[in-house]
């Protein structure tokens, strides 16, 4: 079985919350485990919930047009969530719940080691980036230290749902989005920099995150 396979049987087994209790399924994640681009959300919703894949709903339809805006379609992506069981009525993920849930997503990245994590919506960029206000960091590749994963960078943006109540966010969103290839160039740029560049920066950086440009 490969590594990844392993990882998930674990995950669908996963009864560390109380969130199993009343979820239809785990929704572990789904797409290319060695993709350059994982997508982070919240987590799962009703639809999600009953066909054990992320973003399967209208938020889901939203994500596909935009990754096809980069030339990609969702198998050459990986897609997962902060949580893995859907909370209750579609509720915030409790404080407990995120934490209980993190191991597992820490595993994913570590076997995926994608080139950039695009964390949709405020629940997933309060994980990596605790206390930032999406309005502020949204369209911005960040680079930051993540103690168990190590160095990361990161796209924020609006979660692809938020445009669906908010019409004038679906702009927003494609805009962001048609930037991420340029993202991408850029972090292969800063691969040639000596490694006490991005060190220095990093170090230097307020709340140890780096804006790549
Ligand atoms: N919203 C999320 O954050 N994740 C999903 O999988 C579906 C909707």
Redesign the pocket.
């Known amino acids: 079985m490969s590594q990844y396979k392993n990882l998930e049987e674990k995950i669908k087994k996963c009864c560390k919350c109380h969130l199993r209790g009343t979820c239809l399924n785990v ?1 572990p994640g789904e797409g290319d485990t060695s993709a350059e681009i994982m997508f982070i ?5 009703e639809n ?1 919930d009953k066909l054990a894949r ?2 399967v ?1 209208a ?2 339809k939203f994500l596909d047009e935009l990754i096809a805006i980069i030339g990609k379609k969702r198998e050459d992506v990986f ?1 997962a ?1 902060i949580l893995k069981c859907r909370p209750p009525g579609n509720r915030d993920p409790l404080p407990e719940e995120v934490e209980a849930c993190w191991p597992w997503l820490v595993e994913q990245i570590k076997i995926i080691k994608p080139k950039l994590i695009v964390l ?2 405020r629940h997933a960029m309060e994980r990596f980036f605790p206390g930032q206000k999406i309005s502020k960091v949204r369209g911005q590749a960040l680079r930051r230290e993540v103690s168990e994963i190590g160095k990361q960078v990161f796209y924020v943006m609006y ?1 692809p ?1 938020a445009a669906l109540y908010q019409g004038s966010l679906r702009e927003v969103l494609i805009a962001d989005f048609k930037k991420i290839p340029k993202v991408l160039e850029a972090i292969d740029k800063k691969k040639d920099m000596p490694i006490n560049y991005v060190e220095e920066k990093v170090a230097v950086e307020e709340n140890k995150q780096e804006a790549l440009f």
């Open positions: 929704v959300g919240e987590g799962p919703g999600e992320p973003f709903g938020a889901g897609i969530n949709l919506g979660h749902a």
